[in-house]
């Protein structure tokens, strides 16, 4: 996924920042044994989640791949798989034949 950038964003920042203070709250109220504090951190959890894909809407997000940018993935990846491949069949028919006695 790293080769993507996936997730690195705005929106992907700051919705998650959001819900880790939540899960922090709700962690700390539960080992309080207080349901009002730990309902309230699930609903700031909630909370990151609309706040992220409120950003993603404003425009913060990822942007949608086009189709033809998909084609040229694709293409360059069954490339790269062919170059590969002829690659590893050069070495085979370079590397010297021994016979077995």
Same mark, same amino acid.
């Given at each position: 996924?790293?080769?993507? %950038? &996936?997730? &690195?964003?705005?929106? #992907?920042? +700051?919705?998650?920042?959001?819900?880790?203070?939540?899960?922090?709250?709700?962690g700390?109220?539960?080992?309080?044994? =207080?349901?009002?504090?730990?309902w309230?951190?699930?609903?700031?959890? $909630? $909370?990151?989640?609309?706040?992220? $894909?409120?950003?993603? #809407? #404003?425009?913060l997000?990822?942007?949608?791949? %086009?189709?033809?940018? @998909? !084609?040229a *993935?694709?293409a360059?990846?069954?490339?790269?798989? !062919? =170059?590969?491949?002829?690659?590893?069949? *050069? #070495? !085979?028919?370079? @590397?010297?034949? +021994?016979?077995?006695?």
């Amino acid at each position: 996924m790293a080769g993507t %950038s &996936h997730g &690195h964003t705005p929106a #992907a920042w +700051t919705g998650v920042t959001i819900a880790f203070i939540g899960f922090c709250i709700a962690g700390v109220f539960m080992v309080a044994a =207080n349901q009002p504090g730990f309902w309230a951190g699930i609903g700031v959890v $909630l $909370l990151g989640g609309v706040v992220g $894909l409120a950003m993603k #809407a #404003a425009g913060l997000g990822m942007p949608k791949e %086009s189709a033809a940018m @998909a !084609e040229a *993935r694709a293409a360059a990846v069954q490339q790269q798989i !062919e =170059n590969t491949a002829g690659t590893q069949v *050069r #070495a !085979e028919a370079q @590397a010297p034949q +021994t016979q077995a006695v």
